[in-house]
């Protein structure tokens, strides 16, 4: 490599290389730091060890958090970014392309909507009073207003996520579902198929792959991600609806029970940031990224 | 993957004669209504949900709910006045939140970029390396880092400021932008460069002149998916600023939502629909760009 060759990979290199060192790696290996610290708003620090790794085993919230994390993940997962995706994959790749593609724009619209204004729709759909989208049309059947957030606090996490979440999967299967060769269909129409056989025989064994790419990469969101459940819930009632990442999130920032507690809510990330990159590093293996790297061929010559 | 599809051997023979055509037909039908209906039933909530925020913006009240009744523009006095005298001017507020989009969108092209090109066209010590690293970062949830982030942030003194925010954000988002710009470099094909070196273009010179006009569709698409992203942004302006002037939208909002949840819809809806607006246009008029990010950064498992 030239002398000016060096210079130009320095020059268009280099931004990247400090954003990415600055807010990525530094903050990954602070976290790891401060986990070992009691740090509070203070921000001083003081290591303590292992002192805040044993504090989550006597954190009688804990095991309600654990919980509430397992229970949310697997339900958001299997109904809606994996089972309803299925659904609106095989639907839209089933009518014209153009209505497809309308009903496929609705889905995507929650993923750009502004968090806090999707919290607002959702706030109005679940008013306990007949203020409300539910309850106004319940008011019709003549039945008393119901709670929707208190008396079914997993069921509204699980709903509001997994409306975001199944676009996701939906645009991936369907282009894997469109991908697959029409001589199959051809030849199962010939022997007479409906198309839920179609369906059952031919796509879903065909788009296997996507269906667990889909599956792994959503659990890791899902079990990182807590900005709708702090805007509709914030957690609550209780704690019926707090995640681990919130948790995580609320002993640092939260306002309302335990302010900059910077050292344990580092603790309680860095079990998300080892998952993290324990899911990312097995991504790496699965699903063969390394065939992306392809050595460019300019510089073979 | 091997694809093999085995015939059933229970299946049903092939399909043949007037009466079996016509029930094939009839089946066919009946699954097509199926589909729509389904389709339409469980799209119907969002559609419901968005519409909701135009119409109750605009009404005096609405029926059950859902029916409007009486045009009004109250809802829409914060335009002119602040709710409460506690809250800062609006457009200073959207004019923050508009510097947070535009600041992310000229850190996300600004970087991603040349470093793309790099990655695309030039071979060096390192590479495979830096290409490893922004694939696990990019499933990496830079969310869980937020603590530390703040850490560095207030070292840096860009706390209770809008660069600090987009700068945060851009780093997180840029593993993503960076594959899907070198998906558009790696598109091009190398002759046009090969001839501008031989003609002694120097390798910067050959970037900018040669290949920056081939993948402008790229840019665009980077562009408007980081513009909508730092418009949107809600968890990192929320935990990072606090000083009211340079409040966003979203705390805006959200400070609308601790003060009048339950009480005034007129004004949630009105102010959630002059934030969301931006964002439909851009959503409507370049789904196809946007649609090309969404897949091109998840191309991994399809």
């Known amino acids: 490599m030239s002398r000016s060759q060096k210079v130009a990979l320095f020059v268009l290199f280099l931004p990247a290389l400090i954003i990415t060192v600055v807010f990525y790696v530094i903050p990954a290996v602070m976290t790891a730091a401060m986990s070992f610290t009691d740090m509070d708003f203070r921000l001083r620090w003081n290591f303590v060890g292992f002192a805040t790794f044993a504090r989550m085993f006597e954190d009688f919230l804990l095991p309600r958090i654990l919980q509430n994390t397992i229970v949310y993940t697997f339900l958001t997962l299997a109904f809606f970014n994996v089972g309803l995706a299925v659904l609106l994959a095989l639907v839209t790749s089933y009518v014209p392309e153009r209505v497809g593609r309308v009903f496929q724009a609705l889905w995507l619209l929650p993923r750009f909507t502004p968090p806090i204004v999707y919290g607002i729709i959702w706030m109005w759909i679940l008013d306990p009073t007949r203020a409300g989208l539910l309850n106004g049309l319940l008011a019709l059947t003549g039945a008393r207003p119901v709670n929707w957030m208190t008396d079914y606090p997993m069921a509204t996490i699980v709903v509001t996520n997994g409306i975001i979440g199944a676009s996701f999967g939906m645009v991936i299967f369907y282009s894997a579902i469109k991908s697959i060769p029409r001589d199959y269909q051809w030849a199962a129409l010939a022997d007479g198929a409906t198309w839920p056989q179609q369906v059952r025989y031919i796509t879903l064994p065909l788009i296997r792959w996507p269906l667990l790419f889909v599956t792994a990469y959503q659990t890791l969101s899902l079990l990182t991600s807590y900005e709708y459940i702090l805007i509709i819930t914030g957690g609550g009632p209780y704690f019926a609806t707090t995640v681990w990442s919130l948790y995580a999130y609320n002993m640092a920032f939260g306002g309302y029970f335990a302010n900059y507690e910077f050292g344990y809510g580092a603790a309680l990330s860095i079990v998300l940031v080892i998952l993290g990159t324990v899911a990312s590093i097995v991504y790496w293996r699965v699903f063969r990224f390394r065939e992306m790297m392809a050595e460019p061929k300019i510089e073979v010559m | ?302």
């Open chain 2, 1 to 302: 993957m091997a694809r093999t599809v085995q015939a059933e051997p229970s299946r049903p023979q092939p399909a043949a004669g007037r009466y079996n055509a016509q029930a094939v037909r009839r089946e066919e039908r009946l699954v097509t209504a199926a589909v729509y209906t389904f389709l339409v039933l469980v799209s119907l909530p969002l559609a419901v949900g968005y519409g909701w925020l135009l119409l109750n913006s605009f009404s005096t009240e609405l029926a059950h709910g859902v029916w409007p009744s009486g045009f009004t523009t109250r809802h829409w006095r914060f335009l002119f006045e602040p709710p409460s005298p506690y809250y800062p001017d609006l457009w200073r507020t959207t004019w923050n939140t508009l510097w947070l989009a535009v600041g992310m969108t000229i850190t996300m092209v600004a970087v991603s970029t040349p470093t793309a090109y790099v990655l695309s066209r030039m071979k060096f010590r390192g590479r495979n390396a830096f290409l490893a690293l922004t694939l696990v970062l990019h499933a990496f949830p830079g969310i869980t880092l937020l603590i530390a982030t703040y850490y560095v942030l207030r070292w840096l003194g860009l706390l209770n400021s809008i660069p600090g925010v987009f700068l945060v954000k851009a780093a997180l988002m840029l593993p993503l932008g960076i594959w899907v710009m070198k998906g558009f470099y790696d598109g091009i094909s190398w002759d046009v460069e090969m001839s501008a070196l031989v003609d002694g273009a120097s390798r910067i010179q050959t970037w900018y002149k040669v290949m920056l006009p081939q993948v402008l569709p790229g840019i665009a698409s980077i562009s408007i998916f980081s513009f909508i992203y730092g418009w949107s942004e809600y968890i990192y302006v929320i935990t990072f600023i606090q000083d009211k002037n340079a409040w966003t939208l979203s705390s805006y909002i959200n400070a609308i939502v601790g003060d009048f949840r339950f009480l005034d819809y007129g004004l949630l809806s009105a102010t959630a629909l002059f934030y969301i607006a931006p964002v439909l246009l851009f959503f409507i008029f370049t789904q196809k760009y946007l649609m090309r990010v969404t897949i091109g950064g998840t191309k991994g498992g399809s």
